[in-house]
């Protein structure tokens, strides 16, 4: 009656060990860190700069403080640990002179940094603490509203200087072509010609549809953009934001930063851990532009410490400079897309797609400059940073390869940065808020200090009230909150203040469980049933009213995870993953234990339970 299965021990048995394995990683803290990032896009990390660093390290005798050395290509960082804060302040210095020759512009940020102390063993499983959030770690956070506004003026721009094009090239004569509140109005003198640009425009702008009007003195032909590209426009300009976003919060060697959407047109950023606040506004706002040039066809590339030819201007590319002429033919805001691909031979490439004007322009001087070679420049914080220089092997349009790229994976890099090389639109700052660290420490201290005493008095109350069913039910609450810390560890969920309020409340759910086992018992055995016969009837009575009580608590969480934003989300994910390890704990686990102490007792008598 009151034995469980084996396969149902093994499921609690392996339900235990994979709560401890993912649960203890929480308990190793951080160990001081340097890391170690590009400061431009066009670098990457490479095995010299490992080897620099080792031998810089083993000179100034700090390789045996070194306790770890891991890199994150991913990422695009390399992280080194150390015993103490003095190793750390002290290779820093080293580490810093020796990837960074020259101080006032340097080619890597190498920044002070925390990591956590797990052991590789658990790493080795994907056993990671929980990042915590920025209310109980510090930091900055931000809400920035992107000009969505602008974003479409900018496709309207491009859209525009299509029309003209395709209208010349078939020899459609209009008299303007105006951009007015989100459209396109283009003045016709005669019927004959706007009807021809309708038929003509209809299929080169797709994301349009077009309207002929008549006016007093002429025939209008209104583009409005379609619902859906209109959405489409919008969500792109986020996205290549965020992007964009993201590789600029890299330079601040922000450990676990947030940078997510926030309804249609606004951005978080919240960077744990910072907090120069003026620094971060700076990386963040900062703008980056991308120019196509005609390198200079005699000498496209000197050494670092030549000067250019006159007329001309150099910037740096890999470890020598480029040359390159002053005019720009194009500029990064002409680029619509660029992804990687294989030419015809098979090698990698990188496809671009240029709006109108920047086809034309393309189109122009590639024709007059056939073999010779061209670059594309990043410009980042005023200097220029060469990312390739190819040669012109044909006329191109406003769709053309760029080859030359030695692997696939370069390529794809290569692809990335034209993409996000600049915003797509710009944003503003609308929210700003600074967290200090002393506050975040006394957050956690505070949080977990509640979930103690509250753990305690708990167990105090059930062991008193209901004797050894009381220490069941503490144990079955032990269990619970291991296994939601480790749920919350394996999905890497940011804990927060919210998530901490949610734990308890979790608790007070699991224990209200056990509360109504516990009483349903004691109502059988006052009413005669035999012991044996009460558990069994009390957990199964329990259990309806428990499951009844859960599920609809579960649905107000649902609810809560799918509508709600920031605090409130990280509220309801607590909440939904604390009342599913619950019911798991309270019911299955609880009565597994009370099945192993008087299951095997077939003449049972008495049950503690108060």
Same mark, same amino acid.
């Given at each position: 009656?009151?034995?469980y ?31 170690? *990032? ?21 000179k100034?005798?700090? +390789? ?28 820093k210095d ?19 940094? #925390? ?22 770690r510090?930091?900055v ?21 299509? *029309?003209?094009?395709?209208l ?23 019927a ?8 003509? +425009?209809?299929?080169?702008?797709p ?43 890299n330079? +601040? ?27 971060a506004k ?25 000067s250019?030819? +006159?007329?001309m ?13 002053k ?40 024709r ?10 990043l ?14 092997q ?19 890099d ?5 993409r ?8 503003e ?11 975040g ?6 949080? %977990? ?19 050894? %069913?009381? *220490?069941f ?9 291991? #296994? ?9 969920a940011?804990l ?14 699991a224990?209200?469980s ?34 009844d ?10 609810? #809560?995870?799918?509508?709600?934003s920031?605090?409130?989300k990280? %509220? ?11 019911? %798991?704990?309270a ?24």
């Open positions: 009656m009151n034995r299965p084996l396969w149902k021990y093994i499921v609690i048995g392996v339900a235990l060990l994979i709560g401890i394995i993912y649960s203890v990683p929480n308990l190793f803290g951080e160990v001081p860190a340097i890391q170690i *990032a590009p400061a431009r896009s066009s670098l990457k990390l490479d095995t010299k700069l490992h080897e620099k660093i080792d031998a810089a390290l083993q100034a005798d700090l +390789l045996k403080n070194q306790t770890g050395f891991e890199e994150s290509t991913a990422e695009g960082v390399i992280r080194i640990r150390f015993n103490d804060t003095d190793s750390q302040l002290k290779a080293i580490i810093e002179k020796e990837v960074n020759p020259d101080l006032k512009n340097p080619d890597y940020i190498v920044a002070l940094s #925390l990591v956590s102390n797990t052991p590789k063993s658990l790493t080795s499983v994907n056993a990671f603490p929980m990042p915590l959030g920025l209310d109980l510090g930091g956070y931000f809400l920035l509203k992107v000009d969505m506004q602008g974003a479409i003026e900018k496709k309207l721009n491009a859209l525009a200087s299509d *029309a003209r094009s395709r010349r090239d078939k020899t459609i004569r209009y008299q303007s072509i105006d951009k007015s509140s989100g459209q396109l109005v283009i003045k016709f003198a005669s004959d010609e706007a009807n021809k640009a309708n038929t003509v +425009l209809l299929d080169a702008i994301d349009m549809s077009f309207k002929l009007d008549k006016s007093i003195d002429s025939f209008l032909l209104t583009g409005t953009f379609k619902p859906a590209a209109l959405q489409t426009t919008q969500e792109n300009a986020l996205n290549q934001n965020i992007i964009t976003l993201n590789k600029r919060v330079e +601040l060697a922000v450990k676990e930063p947030v940078i997510q959407k926030q309804g249609n047109d606004r951005i978080v950023v919240q960077l744990p851990g910072v907090q120069d606040t003026s620094r700076d990386i963040i706002g900062r703008t980056a532009t991308l120019e196509a040039r005609l390198a200079d066809p005699v000498q496209s590339s000197i050494g670092l410490q030549e250019p030819p +006159l007329g201007d150099a910037f740096k590319f890999g470890d020598r400079q480029g040359v390159f002429k005019s720009i033919i194009i500029t990064g805001d002409r680029i619509i897309d660029a992804s990687a691909g294989f030419d015809q031979n098979q090698r990698p490439s990188v496809n671009l797609t240029l709006d109108a004007a920047g086809g034309r322009a393309m189109q122009e001087v590639t007059e400059n056939l073999q010779k070679p061209m670059g594309m420049i410009f980042e914080k005023g200097k220029g940073e060469v990312l390739t220089i190819a040669t012109i044909g006329e191109f349009g406003s769709k053309f390869q760029i080859t030359g790229q030695p692997t696939t994976q370069s390529a794809n290569l692809a990335l940065l034209l996000a090389g600049s915003l797509a639109a710009p944003m700052i609308i929210e700003e808020r600074t967290i200090g660290p002393s506050l420490a006394e957050n956690i201290e505070k949080g %977990f200090k509640s979930l103690m005493y509250g753990f305690l008095a708990i167990a105090i109350f059930m062991i008193a009230y209901y004797m050894l %069913f009381g *220490a039910s503490v144990i079955a609450l032990a269990v619970n909150l291991l #296994l939601l810390i480790a749920v919350l560890s394996m999905l890497q940011t927060s203040l919210p998530g901490i309020a949610a734990m308890a409340l979790a608790l007070g759910m224990i209200d056990n509360v109504l086992i516990n009483e349903r018992i004691r109502e059988e055995l006052r009413q005669g049933t035999s012991p044996q016969s009460a558990i069994a009837t009390g957990f199964d009575k329990a259990w309806a009213t428990i499951f009580s859960n599920v609809t608590t579960l649905i107000a969480g649902l609810a #809560l995870l799918a509508f709600g920031g605090p409130i990280g %509220f309801a994910i607590v909440h939904c993953l604390g009342i599913l390890t619950s019911m %798991f704990s019911v299955f686990f609880s009565r597994g234990v009370v099945n192993l102490w008087y299951g095997a007792k077939k003449k049972l008598q008495s049950v503690s339970i108060g």
